[in-house]
């Protein structure tokens, strides 16, 4: 399944499918890597997340498996920001919030703005039982292209580990776990600076090891580095 055009420019559709593929490439390789381990896979899970143990690497594995297989067996609807559209109601209390914003400090059409998608703050495998079910059978994902989204690079300007911007591909890594693992757009220790970009990203993994594993930015950069 996969990205589907909901309104957007055939020729930004293009450039999306594109990064699908990326995308796809990428969670798998990672996939692989947390499993192997190693000094590389240590680093990068340190640099991103201040933590290399054994549990969290298999915990991310699971994770990175996880939101490759939403992508591949779900359909994804891509819209131009401007657009708003209907949220299937919470049948059962499922806790939807439509509105995570990347690679922005200001939210809808603003020209700094990336990207946005459906956000569960559980997760669509977190919550209970009636929300997962609900959340899972949910036909109403959505990720929506900003107005900044084709300015960004394809993918890092070098190395991912030490690229202190944003790029296409880790900004559609970083909608993709808002609703898959109800990942947060979190805010360095000053409170104001939310840790977009890998520079804040890099800093947030050594400010608070919690909020880094709960920063979309940083699953976006983790993925890139050891997935392309």
Known sequence: MGFKNG?????????????EKMMLSAMSN?????????????????????DNSLAFRKKMKSDVARMRGVLNGNSINCLSEAVTIHVQPAKAG???????VAGTKLAGGAANN????????????????????????NTDLYIKIGVNFGN??????????????????????????HYVHGTAD???????????????????ATQSVDRAKNNAENWGFLIEELGT
């Open 7 to 19: 309104n957007i420019s055939s020729n930004t559709f293009y450039h999306v499918l594109d990064l």
């Open 30 to 50: 990672c996939r692989d890597k947390l499993e192997a381990g190693g000094p590389a896979v240590d680093s990068a899970l340190t640099r991103w997340f201040g």
């Open 94 to 100: 499922s806790p939807i919030q439509p509105t995570k």
């Open 114 to 137: 990336n990207a946005t998608a459906l956000h569960y703050t559980t997760g669509m495998f977190g919550g209970t039982e009636a929300q997962r079910v609900v959340q899972m059978q």
């Open 152 to 177: 960004l690079p394809k993918t890092s300007l070098g190395l991912a580990a030490s690229w202190n911007g944003q790029d296409r591909l880790e900004t559609m890594l970083h909608e993709l776990s």
């Open 186 to 204: 979190e805010k360095l220790d000053d409170g104001v600076t939310t840790a977009y970009g890998g520079q804040d990203a890099r800093l947030l």
